[in-house]
């Protein structure tokens, strides 16, 4: 047998030395966790909290309404706005971030709202296709030119796309075509709409004044 190959007796020992290590280490370390657990507390916001399976009041608003629900700590804003609000305007095409059917907008930003947890809008603004029309209760600009450029055909994943694409203007986005194309390569139309989403977001940025 070779040095480098040591005897049974050698490899026992070894591992009495790894246990006795690991023992230790794990003292220290959990002597370090609770030292610094007082500090952690002090320091922590308020947080919601929740048992698995219990439900927690989250309060935000949605469309300039005030809302307060129950809802369960893993469920996605989307499901919350589709099956608790009411609000079925934000589509669920993939469910996991890829397809964009589920934008909406929290604080004036475009988020997928299957991957939003819907308490972490707690305290926020909300904004979803059904509360994009003007006060007078006209269309918004963006949903005029999808109109206007036929920019759908079955209309899935026209709601996600008008608040990515009114996202794309506010934000600074939309000044090409590859600029648009760019910005809402998020946004997936199985249609192919493509050309007249473009067309139409170019048209809209000019009426939102945009660009
Ligand atoms: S449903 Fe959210 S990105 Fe597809
Ligand atoms: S219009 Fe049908 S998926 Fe886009």
Known sequence: MSEQDPSPRDRSNDLAISRRDALRISAAATGASLAGFGKTMAAAQPMPVALPGMSLTVHFQVNGNHIETLVDPRASLLDVLREQLALTGAKKGCDHGQCGACTVHVDGRRVASCLTLAAKVEGRQVLTIEGLSLE????????????????????????????????????????????????????????????????????????????
């Open 136 to 211: 007078d209760g006209s269309l918004h600009p963006m949903q005029q030119a999808f109109i206007d450029h036929d920019a759908l055909q079955c209309g899935y994943c026209t709601p996600g796309q008008i608040m990515a694409a009114v996202a794309c203007v506010q934000e600074g986005h939309a000044s090409s075509d590859a600029e648009i194309r760019e910005y809402m390569s998020g946004n997936i139309c199985r249609c192919g709409a493509y050309v007249g989403i473009v067309a139409a977001i170019r048209d809209a940025a000019v009426t939102m004044g945009g660009d």
